[in-house]
């Protein structure tokens, strides 16, 4: 069974650029989380979503946003870059419709943002 | 609002000691808690998770954990050390939010680091 997979692996922007990047769950999942983790802030929750609806949203700013297609593969665009996004952004998916404590959720192996 | 604190960012033991790495809650409701490890640039794997069926929990690779309410503690502990534990270490609650729904809230994490 494939697990979750993130692309790109790394990437590399500069100040004001936007930046997409792709995360394909686990096949019958249908959540879609999203995760930034960096050494000052550790690992924080963006959103989530959940048969192409959002359903959870962290405490990020609004060029944080995200979405979710059919074939439960998400998207998160992050616009008008800041030194600060440079992050490993992790996703994680699971089934989605009982309880974190009842399922499992899997996590990619991240997408990591150098901002320049 | 649900919180876990890691102590110590850094543990180091030798091969064949017993590992302990700390974690401590906060919740005023029953918490659900987790172990996660991350190795170097890879994403999250679930070691282990308290979901109130009993106070000892066992995980993957060796590892345990004991649920103390009285000490609102969540320690991950593993009898013997191997080179290959040498990882990140994260514990995890979760929590719900305004929309009813769960999310991960993450210590900061605990570096251990196993010398031969």
Redesign the interface.
């Known amino acids: 069974k494939a697990g ?1 997979t993130q692309t790109p692996r790394y990437l590399i922007k500069t100040r004001g650029q936007q930046v997409t990047l792709s995360c394909s769950p686990i096949s019958g999942h249908r959540s879609v ?1 999203w ?1 930034q983790q960096t050494p000052g802030q ?4 963006l959103f ?1 979503y959940f048969s192409e609806t959002q ?4 405490n990020f700013p609004g060029r944080f946003s995200g979405r979710q297609f059919s074939n439960s593969r998400s998207e998160m665009n992050v616009s008008t870059l800041e030194l600060g996004d440079s992050a490993l952004y ?1 996703c ?1 998916s699971r089934r989605g419709q009982g ?4 399922e ?7 997408t990591r943002l150098l901002v320049l | 609002a649900q919180s876990v604190t890691q102590l110590g960012s850094h543990v180091s033991v030798s091969e064949g000691a017993l590992v302990l790495l700390r974690c401590n809650y906060s919740s005023s409701v029953p918490p659900y808690l987790f172990w996660y490890v991350q190795y170097p640039n890879q994403g999250l794997q679930l070691l282990l998770k308290y979901t109130s069926a009993a106070t000892l929990v066992k995980g993957i690779n060796g590892f345990e954990a004991e649920f103390k309410k009285s000490e609102t503690s969540f320690h991950l502990t593993k009898p013997s050390a191997h080179m290959s534990d040498a990882a990140e270490y994260f514990c995890a609650v979760s929590a719900r939010m305004n929309t009813g729904f769960q999310k991960l809230v993450f210590g900061t994490g605990t570096r251990l680091l196993v010398s031969p």
């Open positions: 979750v989380s995760y550790g690992l924080q929750f989530e359903r959870n949203k962290g992790l994680a309880t974190l404590e009842g499992t959720q899997y996590f990619g192996p991240g």
